[in-house]
């Protein structure tokens, strides 16, 4: 059975003036366990609503939405999240007490949650930095936090939302490394949101393109099957990336022409 | 495809621990125009009252230090002062109990926002000291008006900013906690709460600004002793040296009164940064 399954999933919200919007519409997924799923789209296209709804943040309007063949009601502490921008962290706890949240919150006695929230801070390599607060971390070691403090949980799902969106080109690559080394030694599935065609080639088992939006819904899915290293320099990375990149800028010109009209 | 990548600065906080003769050096350099800065107070209110204006109806600094030593010495001052800090006391700790729930559940919960509103939203808007009158007539010129408007001034002030820092915690705060298998009592107490300290020590930091203006309104009014009380006598006697005194008790004990309050932010909360 698929871990999580999305069946003909539509979300659409109420505007300020009362006219209903689709944001995703007649969505269809299966991912399998220990999946790293992209999902790629251009800005707009119902992506974060999709992790959204998977998290459990909102409910779908339409459709089904399971994980391991029950529905998803709610956020819980299976699907961990990690989030694009900072403050999801809490500014009063040191890096440590941040990662360690998800235990206390299960009475996990204090001795053994900080040895595994120590054993954590050390996976996403932040060993020495666990007294600090924070806004005293860099923008690379904040969303580092997020990801032991997801990860420490022991979530079966970690769902990312554009997660190394607001960092620098240096800090955002070596996070990919670091990611999909995490991800193979820990044998999570990972769903990954973003609109960086390389993030998603060099990070992925699979990728999935999404349509403009509104009512954005699954272009096609497309496996990452690149023999050796994941680099420009790999003539097979560069085929999907010009495959990916072309679906990609037929939503775009689509979104463009549907605005213009 | 071309992506704009927004670059953040890399806060490397650099331990600054330098020897400790450069940190000695350090406090010198920092504290030496603050010490300027009240040096040129003192001494424009000395050349202004002794050359420009020249009266006895403004006397100079030293002036008034001597008179506030023998204010001391006989215990009028100490009494005064003494009698008003109580009343500020008392009035503004009570204030932050009464407004910190309060604050807290119209933050919370948009229903008991909209029944509390009408009441916070409209009585904040009758200064304390318009309420002088009322206060004296229904608790008598003793402790309780005093404290009644200390409190007034106090209470709106804090729930205001405690319902605000709950307005401002971010969704994904809350987010984070629920995907972290946190229940609504765990939210409350572990996220909400936390994130609204700093909110909560601002509105209580302007609170107590506001109850020196109140406590001596008040006992400009009516009130047996007081600050407030040895301004009008001061003004009934002409005996400006007291009033001086008085005005000059005020600003030291504002001063001291806040320092002391960020002073404890700093050491009981300082994990919780209260805006400068």
Known sequence: MALISLTDVGKSFRSREGRAWSAVADFNLTLEDGEFYCLLGPSG????????????????STGRLELSGKPIKGASRDRGVVFQGDDSLYPWLTAVENVEFGLRLRGVDRRERRDRAMQYLELVGLHGQEGKHPPELSGGMK?????????????????????????????RGAMQVELRRIWERMKVTVVFITHDIDEAIVLGTR???????????????LPIDIPGERTRGNPRYIALYEEIHALVREEVLRANALRAA | MSEATRTLPVSDTAGAAGSSASSIWQAIKNGFPYFLGFFSLFFIWHVVAVYVVASVLFPPPYAVLLRAIELLQDGVLVENVGASLQRIIIGFIAGSLIGIPIGLIIGSFPLARKILEPWTESLRFIPSVAMITIAVIWF??????????????????VILNTAAGVGAISANKIRAAQALGANSRQIFFLVALPATVPYILTGMRIAMANSFTTIVAAELVAANAGLGVMLWQGRMYMQIGD????????????????RLFRFGVAHFAGRYDVTP
């Open chain 1, 45 to 60: 296209c119902g992506k974060s609503t999709i992790l959204s709804l998977l998290a459990g943040f909102t409910l779908p």
């Open chain 1, 143 to 171: 969303q580092r936090v997020q990801i032991a403090r997801a990860l420490a949980n022991e979530p079966r799902i970690l769902l990312m939302d554009e997660p190394f969106g607001a960092l620098d080109a240096q800090t």
């Open chain 1, 207 to 221: 990728v999935g393109v999404m349509t403009a939006g509104p009512g954005g819904t699954l272009k096609k899915n």
């Open chain 2, 140 to 157: 008598g010129i003793g402790e309780p008006s005093k404290i009644f408007l200390i409190i007034y001034t106090t209470v709106f002030i």
């Open chain 2, 243 to 258: 009033i001086f005194v008085a005005l000059v008790s005020l600003c030291i004990l504002g001063f001291t009164a806040d």
